[in-house]
């Protein structure tokens, strides 16, 4: 054989680990084939106790604390958050952190609907859990996910994406 087939087979040898490699480091970065759309994408950070929007780019907050309906919705994300940016992500149950809201869930009102914080009662509106592979928050019994629209604006109840 010539120099150059050899030269060529060896370097075609040599690339395939660098190949397989470059496979692999895409399959690790790449999102999950089930991830969710940005919107339905959440994050909690426990040591602020917020729950932020990948979309908003904001943080889930109760608007009216205090009010008889108090809704929920995207505000700009605060450091050290304000307490109406302030949730506990529990097994079954998203609970509000602020004083004035304190024992309130989120509570869904059906599809495409707002949602908004009422005393928890463990309802089924009320029955919710953060997946962490799809990072979405999924009422337990409807299927729904919390979907945040803009900041400024109420989120609500979508099917998941």
């Known amino acids: 054989m010539s120099k150059t087939g050899t030269s060529q087979r060896s370097t075609t040898r040599s690339l395939a680990p660098a190949v397989g490699a470059l496979a692999a480091l895409t399959l690790l970065t790449a999102p999950p084939a ?23 780019n904001g943080c889930l907050a109760a608007t009216t604390p205090g009010a008889v309906t108090i809704i929920l919705d995207m505000r700009q994300c605060t450091n050290p958050s304000t307490t109406v940016q302030r949730f506990q992500v529990q097994p079954q149950a998203i609970v509000s952190q602020n004083p004035a809201t304190q024992g309130f869930c989120l509570t869904g009102s059906g599809p495409n609907g707002p949602t908004g914080l009422i005393p928890c009662n463990g309802g089924t509106a009320q029955r919710y859990a953060l997946d962490p592979s799809t990072r979405t928050i999924r009422n337990l019994t409807s299927g729904l996910c919390l979907t945040a629209n803009a900041v400024g604006q109420a989120t609500t109840m979508r099917t998941c994406v």
């Open 34 to 56: 089930s991830a969710a759309t940005p919107a339905q994408t959440w994050a909690y950070d426990s040591a602020h106790a917020t729950l932020f929007n990948q979309a908003t």
